[in-house]
Each structure stands twice: as structure tokens, then as C-alpha cells.
T-cell receptor
Framework: GAVVSQHPSRVICKSGTSVKIECRSL??????MFWYRQFPKKSLMLMAT?????????EQGVEKDKFLINHASLTLSTLTVTSAHPEDSSFYIC??????????????FGDGTRLSIL | SQQGEEDPQALSIQEGENATMNCSYK?????LQWYRQNSGRGLVHLIL?????REKHSGRLRVTLDTSKKSSSLLITASRAADTASYFC????????????FGKGTRLHILP
């Protein structure tokens, strides 16, 4: 089945550091990927839609200069948290729909990245 | 913004019992999906029910959809310890993008 690999699984770093998170579709192509943020015992909040070859679409209230998204190939999207601060500490998860060109379908999720900013 | 509201927020039942979780949503949908999340992990897709379907089964899972009430339910029969997880409903809007919006989730705990 379709597999999405997310790396790293955990990051602990000092305030002010920029952190890059990778999301790869391993056995399928993904022209679209989604980035979510999840607080403890809470739901997933959609941050942005990553579009291969074009700019990401950000949800209302999400700072695009803070959360940089690059989708340079059909199998890789990256989320960079720039100059991270303790309030950016959270669980970040990516997902991708399984079949290009088919809308409204199940998503395949990465295992998430737990980011802790000291 | 969130679309769905799961009910209850938390549920503890004995192993072997059935677990029922409900989801209500606000806008028109193309389909509704249920996902499971084990603690600290990503989400796993369980089942998708389209807006023109009323009931769907997959193994021990049974999902119903009532579009007139804008609600769905997930029933897990003969629960097992491994079913302990958070369960989320997610709705897809009736347009061409793949964006889905998640509900708040139900934390299910199966007691041995």
C-alpha cells in the first residue's frame, strides 16, 4: 500500500534554530501534500497545502514566512520552521492523497515529527 | 477551521464490548472518513463513506451516515485492547481538492 515517510520523528533544539521536516511519498507520486499541526490530546489543524512546482496554499492564521513549504518533486515536500520558539513546539504531521488526479480520497499519513524547542 | 465534532470526547469500555463514536459536521460534504491515531503516531485511514451511502462495513467496523442530520457514527464491535486509540472523523468538501477537515476526536480506551 501507499507509504508516506516523515523525517525526523523527533527534534529537540534551542530557540532561534530553524528546523526542516521532510515528507516523502515512497511508492507513489504526490502532486499535493498537506501539513498539519497537532497539540496534545487535540485534533489536527491543517496548516497548508503543498503543491508540487508551485507555491503552497496556507490556511488562515498560519504565517507563511514562519512555516516555509517547498514541494520540489513529486515525492518530496519539506516544512521548515524558521527561527523556532517554544510556542512552535508541537506535533507536525504530513499527508498525501494516494492517487494523482482523483479528488476527495483517503489520505496517507506520515508518522509525525515531535518538535520541542527549548 | 474544524468541521466535525466527535462525541464522546473520551470513552472507556471493557474488552469485548462494542464502542460507538459519533461525529457531527456543519457543511455539505462529498464524503466522510474515519481515521485512527495511536498515541504519538500518524493517522491510519479506516473507512470512507460517500454522501450517497448510508452504511458501510469493514471487518469489525460499521459506519453510518445521515446527511439530513449531518452526522455519522463509527461502531467497533467486540473491542480489543489494540483498539485503544484516538478516532477522528474527517470530511471532504464537494469540490475537486483533496483537503479534508478533521473533527476533535474521541479517545477510546479498552480496559482489559
Amino acid at each position: 500500500g501507499a507509504v508516506v515517510s516523515q523525517h525526523p520523528s523527533r527534534v529537540i533544539c534551542k530557540s532561534g534554530t530553524s528546523v526542516k521536516i521532510e515528507c516523502r511519498s515512497l511508492d507513489f507520486q504526490a502532486t499535493t501534500m498537506f501539513w498539519y499541526r497537532q497539540f496534545p490530546k487535540k485534533s489536527l489543524m491543517l496548516m497548508a497545502t503543498s503543491n508540487e512546482g508551485s507555491k503552497a496554499t496556507y490556511e488562515q492564521g498560519v504565517e507563511k514566512d514562519k512555516f516555509l513549504i517547498n514541494h520540489a518533486s513529486l515525492t518530496l515536500s519539506t516544512l521548515t520552521v524558521t527561527s523556532a520558539h517554544p510556542e512552535d513546539s508541537s506535533f507536525y504531521i504530513c499527508s498525501a492523497p494516494g492517487t494523482v488526479g482523483v479528488s476527495n480520497q483517503p489520505q496517507h499519513f506520515g508518522d509525525g515529527t515531535r518538535l520541542s524547542i527549548l | 477551521s474544524q468541521q466535525g465534532e466527535e462525541d464522546p470526547q473520551a470513552l472507556s469500555i471493557q474488552e469485548g464490548e462494542n464502542a460507538t463514536m459519533n461525529c457531527s459536521y456543519k457543511t455539505s460534504i462529498n464524503n466522510l472518513q474515519w481515521y485512527r491515531q495511536n498515541s504519538g503516531r500518524g493517522l491510519v485511514h479506516l473507512i470512507l463513506i460517500r454522501s450517497n451511502e448510508r452504511e458501510k462495513h469493514s471487518g469489525r467496523l460499521r459506519v453510518t451516515l445521515d446527511t439530513s442530520k449531518k452526522s455519522s457514527s463509527l461502531l467497533i464491535t467486540a473491542s480489543r485492547a489494540a483498539d485503544t486509540a484516538s478516532y477522528f472523523c474527517a470530511t471532504a468538501r464537494p469540490n475537486r481538492d483533496d483537503k479534508i477537515i478533521f473533527g476533535k476526536g474521541t479517545r477510546l480506551h479498552i480496559l482489559p
